[in-house]
Structure formats: structure tokens, C-alpha cells
């Protein structure tokens, strides 16, 4: 792969990444999500083969996006908002 495929990959892959968090945070529903995260995995898995078929460049070979503070490492193993409520401990 030349680097402009590469780039293009990783790209692609930071957007669907940051398009997951966004939706994540505005409470979009959970079947949405999951497939906005399979969406990235798929992007994830593109970036990774474009990243091994490269030729290697030792000083620079960023493998997936890092989380900023508006972003979160993992993406929730189950639903933030499901509309239940809490009750505090009395």
C-alpha cells in the first residue's frame, strides 16, 4: 500500500471513532451504536492491514487513535441510558 492509502485509512478510522463517542454522548440507542462500533472495528481492521502491507517507517507508525478527555478508551460494554433510575442507598 502506498502512504496515501494509509493515510486515508487512518483517517477514516479517527472519524468513525470520533463519530461513536459523539453519539455515544448524546444518548443515541444502544442497536445504533453497536453498529457504529462495528463500523470502526471494520475501519480498525482496514488501517491495520494497510499499516502491515506499508512499507515500515520506524519513526512514525501511529496504530489507533488515543483517547482525548472528550473521548473514552472503550466504547460502554453495556447501555449508559436505558431509562432505569437508581435508587441511593439509604
Do not use: F
Not at 500500500?1 to 494509509?6: D, F, G, H, N, R
Not at 453495556?78 to 441511593?88: A, D, F, I
Request: aromatic share 6%.
Amino acid at each position: 500500500m502506498i502512504s496515501t492509502e494509509l493515510e486515508y485509512a487512518e483517517k477514516r478510522m479517527r472519524q468513525k471513532w470520533y463519530d461513536l463517542v459523539m453519539a455515544e454522548q448524546k444518548g443515541t440507542s444502544m442497536p445504533v451504536l453497536e453498529r457504529m462500533y462495528n463500523a470502526y472495528m471494520l475501519a480498525v481492521e482496514e488501517y491495520n492491514r494497510c499499516s502491515a502491507s506499508a512499507p515500515s517507517e520506524p519513526a512514525e507508525q501511529p496504530k489507533q487513535p488515543s483517547p482525548t478527555s472528550t473521548q473514552r478508551a472503550t466504547p460502554p460494554a453495556h447501555p449508559v441510558h436505558n431509562g432505569k433510575r437508581r435508587r441511593k442507598a439509604s
